[in-house]
């Protein structure tokens, strides 16, 4: 689908914090909830660990990960280099939209959403790692690398310059939990397609999307 934004916004922004023109974002976002056939609900993404429970789409709450049990609304997390965690349960009666970067890789934010989930249903829970900066293109310096190491070990990579994985460490920590991990292939730095803050400065974010079938 292509957006109502002007460059470097214009492949289908859909974040309101980017300095992309409001009245625009809002009409990509209509669009996309058309497409879909469901209300969405986006969230401020602050890179901590608040976890909210919706029941329908409002204003965006400020939240790195959102979960709903109502049937045929869309949860939507915004993304242009983290990972986009969507999760959802073998029950099909509660879904989750995470935002996992850095921060929410070592702040404990996936497991007080398997918590949450746990709590609503006894199913399977099952989990997608959208696409995301990959390990190669993940450069940090000495202090970044040494806490992400004392969180995930084996999860810093070592070469000319140091990355991180943070695939790797959120797959360990989704294992650890006992949720299946499938994963979305896909570097944001080196996809021209996907929006990618290390890459550009400047851009859009895309959205991953999840939401319970309507009955």
Not at 32 to 47: D, R, T
Not at 66 to 76: E, N, R, S, V
Not at 125 to 149: K, Q
Request: glycine residues 8%.
């Amino acid at each position: 689908m292509q957006g109502e934004s002007s460059p470097p916004y214009d492949s289908f922004n859909l974040a309101t914090h980017v300095d992309d023109d409001l009245a625009a974002v809002l009409e990509s976002r209509a669009a996309l909830s058309q497409e879909l056939g469901i209300p969405l609900q986006f969230m401020n993404q602050v890179h901590g660990s608040e976890v909210l429970r919706v029941n329908s789409a409002e204003s965006d709450p400020t939240a790195d990960a959102l979960i709903t049990t109502t049937p045929g609304l869309g949860l939507a997390v915004l993304v242009a280099d983290c990972i986009p965690l969507l999760m959802w349960d073998s029950q099909n009666t509660v879904v989750a939209a995470v935002h996992v970067g850095r921060r929410g890789a070592i702040n404990g934010l996936v497991r007080k959403v398997v918590g949450e989930m746990r709590s609503l249903s006894d199913g399977e829970i099952h989990s997608i790692i959208g696409p995301h900066i990959c390990a190669n293109c993940y450069v940090v310096g000495v202090d970044v690398a040494e806490e992400f190491e004392e969180h995930h070990p084996g999860c810093v990579r070592r070469h000319a310059t140091l990355t991180l994985d943070l695939a790797k460490a959120l797959s360990e920590d989704l294992a650890s939990l006992s949720v299946v991990v499938n994963r979305v292939s896909g570097c944001t730095v080196e996809d021209l397609n996907l929006y990618s803050y290390r890459r550009d400065g400047v851009t859009g974010r895309f959205a991953g999307v999840i939401a319970i079938a309507a009955q």
